[in-house]
């Protein structure tokens, strides 16, 4: 499934994450760099493509995939050659795709209502709470040294990513399990790539910007 593949992207975004797992697939692909101090992403062009106006968004013969996780379940999948999902069939295959949904209908939730201060009863959160989001993290974490144990895999990229921004800017607790997981997904050539990438982008958005007053 190689064929032509669009990757709409913008700096320091959650389609950062997924452009590190297109450098760990080995992926041809065409980047689309959308500058959203200038309002790309709201521009019709783009709109045309993914009316919610957010990255991560492909374009992968003739399919149009959004969202992070639908994102990585694809690519992974499409570009079987470096492994990095375990296939139909595999034991790992339920884990995988566990923690790679789990971060959007879990951890991404509990933060955000960390962040905002919020409280939603246990008794219908999708989540539980914040704080056993967080244990269960920990405990996978600690089995690691990645999410499904010995193997790398693209989840591992996600979570690498997602944990090193949050921890970052205070939303989640900087462990030790956390600690070293980030250092040890960080440390990938693949995102030494993509951060140098990303700040070259930041400033020609910086100075387009600027440009325009």
């Keep these: 499934m190689s064929g032509d593949l669009i990757f709409y992207h913008s700096p320091n975004t959650r389609s950062s994450s997924v452009l590190i797992l297109l450098e760990e697939l080995d992926a041809p692909y065409t980047l ?34 959004t969202e992070l996780g639908a994102s990585f379940i694809y690519l992974a999948d499409a570009f079987p050659q470096k492994k990095l999902a375990p296939q139909i069939g595999d034991p790992l295959r339920g884990s995988y795709l566990r923690w790679l949904v789990f971060y959007g209908s879990a951890f991404e939730p509990a933060i955000m209502d960390r962040f905002m201060k919020t409280e939603p009863p246990q008794r219908t959160c999708p989540y539980g709470d914040f704080d ?21 895999s693209a989840a591992d990229i996600l979570w690498g990513t997602a944990l090193r921004w949050t921890t970052s800017f205070g939303l989640v607790p900087m462990t030790p399990e956390v600690s070293a997981y980030i250092e040890r997904i960080g440390s990938r050539p693949s995102v030494l790539r993509v951060t140098e990438t990303d700040k070259q982008l930041l400033a020609i958005h910086e100075a387009a910007a600027a440009a325009k007053g």
Excluded at 49 to 61: D, E, L, R, S, Y
Excluded at 141 to 146: E, I, K
């Design 32 to 65: 689309k760099d959308l500058n959203f101090k200038v309002g790309a992403q709201r521009e019709p062009e783009y709109l045309a493509v993914n009316p919610m106006g957010k990255v991560p968004a492909i374009v992968h013969n003739g399919a149009l995939v």
């Design 132 to 152: 056993s989001v967080m244990t269960l993290i920990n405990k996978q974490l600690a089995a690691g040294p990645y999410l499904l144990g010995a193997r790398f």
